[in-house]
């Protein structure tokens, strides 16, 4: 997938004049920070932020649309949305894109430079408003439909995430999302999520089968890829050579009613052999391998087109 055309000309009018190894240095030192994971600290400059917008916010982009497709696919509809550590907005501008039938949006941001940027770039509209807070002090927001955490909980401190993670709940109203990096810390990070909600009688929507114990070994973590195309000015501050970039992601969705678990799910990339495809599943029966041949006509056209992180349909 694509930024979309309108938020491509418009990061490209905010840069412009801006030099281009001075956008690259900016975004080496925003590297250096989201390294420090332990410490992830507020970005304090403009270039840093319009680094974020060229270098960081594609891939998180195509992550958020990617999850919030599978939201759409096995949820009702959701009018209300409150996105917490919203950074530029990248949630709402994914929610705009795929015209979800949103009525109000709430996000809630520390940097106020980062607030400045989301109504630049952001189609505004009179629904939409913005907080400048803090995720881990008092939120005092009437709940919403939809509630977002989309690279928010790894840059809390361990202390505070479980009490952090309690609020978003409160603040639900029908689905809650988070999502973090493809690591196994940030995995490790959603397996406690995962556990919690459940045992608040939440009910798992994706991209789990099932809500038992997770099947994953303790060498394993469970995760997804979404595929970006890099623009020109992408490419030239990365020095990249590639015209796509794969972002690496983790993430649960739970709902406050009862909504039926995907059959299976893709848990790895799929291989397609001469005549064979092996897929890598995890089920309501654990961790399993199926292999399909060309020998079932109708099953090989359906794992065919198979990618991972789909469903599956077992049979």
């Keep these: ?20 190894t001075a956008i690259k240095d900016a975004r080496q030192s925003l590297t250096a920070i989201y390294k420090d994971v332990d410490n ?4 304090k400059s403009d270039a840093l932020r319009l680094a974020y917008l060229i270098a960081r916010l594609p891939a998180t982009y195509a992550v958020v649309y990617k999850v919030l497709s599978e939201m759409r696919l096995r949820c009702d509809s959701v009018h209300s949305l409150l996105d917490v550590g919203a950074g ?11 015209a979800l039938p949103l009525a109000s949006a709430t996000m809630v941001e520390r ?8 109504k630049k770039i952001l189609k505004t509209t009179d629904n939409q408003h913005w907080i400048c807070q803090d995720i881990t002090t008092d939120l005092k927001l009437m709940p919403h439909d939809l509630v977002v955490a989309s690279y928010s909980f790894g840059e809390l401190r361990q202390k505070d995430r479980m009490k952090v993670l309690e609020k978003f709940w409160l603040l639900t109203n029908k689905i809650l999302i988070v999502i973090e990096p493809g690591t196994k810390m940030g995995f490790e990070t959603l397996k406690m999520i995962r556990e919690n909600l459940l045992a608040q009688g939440g009910f798992l929507v994706a991209p789990c089968p099932h809500s038992q114990a997770c099947p994953m070994g303790p060498r394993d973590w469970c995760h997804f890829s979404a595929r970006i195309e890099r623009t020109s000015l992408h490419r030239k501050i990365k020095d990249a050579t590639l015209n796509y970039e794969d972002e690496k992601f983790s993430y649960v969705i739970f709902s406050k009613n009862k909504v039926a678990p995907c059959h299976a799910r893709v848990i790895r990339d799929p291989f397609k052999g001469a005549g064979y495809i092996n897929l890598q599943l995890c089920s309501k029966n654990g961790i399993e391998e199926k292999t399909i041949t060309r020998k079932n006509k109708s099953q090989f056209a359906y794992a065919r087109k198979i990618e991972w992180g789909n469903d599956f349909e077992l049979n």
Excluded: C, Y
Excluded at 40 to 43: A, D, F, R
């Design 111 to 118: 940097d106020p430079g980062f607030i400045q940027l989301g």
């Design 88 to 98: 530029p907005g990248t949630v709402l501008l994914a929610a705009q894109e795929m």
């Design 40 to 43: 992830v600290s507020p970005l």
């Design 1 to 20: 997938m694509h930024l979309p055309f309108e938020l491509i000309s418009e990061i490209e009018v905010l840069v412009k004049g801006i030099s281009l």
